[in-house]
């Protein structure tokens, strides 16, 4: 998966880089990946570097040791630190040694390919989020891969309290060699664009991680209480009579939704997210405010 990873990467960071420098990043659980040497150098013609320097993190010693002799040629641009990042003091404390720097570094790019698929563990993604918001630079961009679907990755992503602006994407991707299929989240904290506005959490005291996590709770729990998976075939049946009886071959959106769900469901699922998810779907791309009865099975598949 690392040629796919760098170029989701590349296209998810592209939007928002500037033509120099080259930014730096932070890698969170290195593994033994060579994935790092591909963003500071370029290895294949079309695949230029990405980053200028990057910092890796694990807690594995004996990992960072290896990792070490493994890219002593690129000793200048790659550094590996040993600490726990569930320890915010550790990690601050080793991040500031490494970086000889009298306050907490930032970093334009941030990297995690595991925590999200611990989801269960809602302290571990709250720590990770809340290192996010105190180590990404403003215009940088914390990226992800997770074996959850979009639909509940959104839900959990939607209002936290990370004390500073942000937006985010989720990718359902699938894999050309016909591996496993995964999602690929980009959260990008925008630069300051008017003047007054209120610091950043990299400029001020640490988020809170308890609070996030009882955010991630909660919307878990509102996430469980629809049936998983939702495409049961009495669900189908249920679906496919609608459109029978409707004698269409399209729907609108509002009658669609009201098909889809329960009146129960759509107390925990409003209207309004159901739009804003079936535009980000695509699926009424097409036939823009109508969805057939192919894409409205595909859809609750997929999503909610």
Same mark, same amino acid.
């Given at each position: 998966m690392c040629d796919e990873f760098f170029d989701l990467l590349q296209a998810a960071w592209k939007p928002h880089s500037s033509c120099s420098p080259l930014p730096k990043a932070l890698i969170l659980g290195c593994g033994k990946s060579f994935f790092n040497e591909k963003l500071v150098l370029e290895t294949t013609p079309g695949k230029a570097a990405i980053c200028s320097h990057v910092t890796m993190v694990d807690s594995d010693l004996s990992r960072i040791q290896e990792m070490k002799c493994n890219h002593a040629n690129h000793n200048n641009k790659l550094a590996f630190?040993?600490?726990?990042i569930? *320890?915010?003091?550790?990690? $601050?404390? +080793?991040?500031?040694?490494?970086?000889?720097?009298?306050?907490?570094?930032?970093? *334009?790019?941030?990297?995690? $390919?595991? +925590?999200?698929n611990a989801i269960a563990r809602e302290q571990d993604l709250a720590r990770l989020l809340a290192v996010a918001s105190k180590y990404i630079a403003c215009g940088g961009m914390l990226f992800m891969v997770s074996m959850h679907k979009p639909n509940l990755l959104r839900r959990l992503l939607t209002g936290l309290d990370l004390e500073r602006r942000y937006e985010f994407s989720c990718t359902w991707v699938h894999p050309e060699n016909g591996g496993k299929e995964y999602s690929a989240v980009s959260i990008h904290f925008p630069s300051h664009q008017t003047e007054g506005a209120p610091p950043c959490a990299c400029e001020g005291p640490p988020v809170d991680p308890a609070i996030i996590t009882i955010h991630l709770k909660r919307e878990l729990e509102l996430y469980k209480k629809l049936q998983q998976p939702l495409l049961t075939a009495q669900r189908k049946a249920t679906i496919k009579s609608c459109f029978q009886a409707q004698n269409q071959d399209l729907l609108g959106t509002e009658q669609a939704y009201n098909s889809l769900y329960s009146p129960e469901e759509r107390t925990f699922y409003v209207?309004?997210?159901?739009?804003?998810?079936?535009?980000?779907?695509?699926?009424?791309?097409?036939?823009?405010?109508k969805i057939s009865l192919f894409q409205a099975l595909a859809f609750i598949e997929n999503n909610f």
């Open positions: 630190i040993t600490t726990d569930t *320890d915010a003091c550790s990690l $601050d404390c +080793t991040l500031r040694k490494e970086t000889d720097a009298s306050k907490s570094p930032t970093f *334009d790019l941030i990297l995690d $390919d595991s +925590t999200f209207y309004s997210e159901f739009l804003q998810h079936l535009e980000d779907s695509g699926e009424t791309k097409e036939n823009p405010g």
